[in-house]
């Protein structure tokens, strides 16, 4: 699915270094919850099934996306919040920890020093970690980095790279959903939720990219993601001065 676009997005970026370029029981008193209905995706043509599944994420308008991921023995882990066009939250790239963050339109960017030793030369880490000094880069659009922010379009992450078969039928947290497999040799597979609102609960990778990516939260609010004060805020253009 999109997320292994996405995931060897970021491994690219971080090594190539383009950031420098039912009824209740009697006597008990209360009644149990009914069980959700089915919603009907598991009867649908998957590329059906998956247009229904991307309505109900952007309808929701925030969810969290959580797990991990690895590729040729890299390691992806990624922690965050979306709210509209809003994200906030951490991904790990071997190791080396990325701040992402995007309110009204301007990505930001914040990494630690091990992520600048993977993408500068050894003996420039230290130096390129103090001249960041912990701010928060602005991400221009139209650098590769800003495809890290992918993940806040239910349309990029849930995009199909290849045709859908069905697939297993699995518990994921509780939730029944029903599996959208890629018909490439290495293609990914997304789950969906088979009752309420079919949500996309879990993408899992394909066998070159083994890892998952749960999603949870839907339509939560995230106090959290709010625009850094501008004295934390570097743009690429000032530090090329100094």
């Given amino acids: 699915m999109g997320i292994r676009t996405i995931g060897r997005t970021a491994l690219a970026v971080t090594l190539a270094g383009t950031l420098l370029a039912g009824c209740g029981g009697k006597g008990t ?94 003996n420039a880490a230290d130096d390129a970690a103090k001249l960041f000094g912990g701010k928060w880069m602005k991400v221009d659009p139209e650098n590769k980095t800003a495809r890290l922010f992918d993940f806040a379009t239910p349309q990029k992450l849930l995009k199909a790279d290849a045709p859908l078969t069905k697939g297993e039928t699995r518990d994921v947290d509780g939730q029944p959903a029903i599996g959208l497999v890629e018909s490439d040799s290495n293609g990914g597979t997304l789950f969906v939720a088979t009752t309420g609102e079919p949500y996309p609960v879990m993408l899992t990778s394909g066998k070159d990219t083994q890892g998952e990516i749960r999603l949870s939260d839907f339509g939560a609010t995230f106090d959290q993601i709010k625009a850094p004060a501008e004295a934390d805020v570097v743009e690429m253009k000032d530090l090329k001065r100094k």
């Fill in 29 to 122: 008193g209360t009644a149990a919850e009914p069980s959700p209905k089915e919603n009907g995706v598991a009867a649908l043509a998957p590329e059906e099934a998956l247009k229904r599944s991307t309505a109900a994420l952007e309808k929701a308008g925030s969810y969290r996306v959580k797990g991990g991921m690895q590729d040729d023995g890299s390691a992806i882990t990624v922690d965050l919040a979306v709210a509209g066009t809003d994200l906030g939250g951490t991904m790990t790239m071997d190791g080396g920890k990325i701040d992402l963050l995007a309110v009204g339109g301007q990505k930001y960017l914040r990494a630690d020093e091990k992520f600048w030793a993977k993408v500068v030369e050894p």
